[in-house]
């Protein structure tokens, strides 16, 4: 017996992909979706509103669940994650969530200057987010630079 569960539907090169991809595979994180999502534009929130569930932009991985996070007001100088973005751009909404924990999928980059920025961990397109190592109960991630379920 390989000691995997015969009740996950596995495919071949599954178990490598789970490695790979840190349990992604088997939970579903990253597998495309007919789901439709909308840009920070077309979605209204106050501060202190709760999220609607949060998508990687380029990918359907889902970064958080729903009403995991509180919008607030920070200010975080960010590298542009969009040939078209600005070299860096100051982003001002973010998303806060307290844990690590409560994130579905998400990247973490080394660490630069106390901070350690956030990207999908599918595609890894970022940053997404960020994250100051002297709280470890702040985890950030830039209301614009995501897409919502719809």
């Not at 729903?66 to 100088?77: F, Y």
């Not at 901070?115 to 100051?132: M, N, Q, T, Y």
Request: a negative charge; aromatic letters at 8%.
């Amino acid at each position: 017996s390989s000691g995997i569960n015969a009740e996950w539907p596995l495919q071949p090169g599954d178990q490598l992909r789970e490695l790979l991809m840190g349990g992604a595979a088997l939970s579903g994180a990253s597998q495309p979706t007919n789901q439709s999502f909308v840009e920070w534009g077309s979605i209204e929130c106050a501060e202190g509103s709760k999220n609607k569930e949060i998508h990687c932009p380029r990918c359907p991985s889902k970064i958080c669940l729903a009403d995991t996070a509180v919008l607030v007001e920070s200010e975080m100088k960010m590298s542009r994650y969009k040939v078209d973005a600005p070299e860096n751009e100051v982003v001002t909404k973010f998303w806060l969530l307290t844990s690590l924990m409560a994130f579905e999928n998400i990247g973490v980059s080394h660490l630069v200057e106390n901070i350690k920025f956030l990207s999908c961990a599918d595609c890894e397109v970022g940053p997404i987010g960020w994250h100051d190592i002297n709280d470890k109960t702040r985890f950030y991630i830039a209301a614009e630079r995501v897409r919502y379920l719809e």
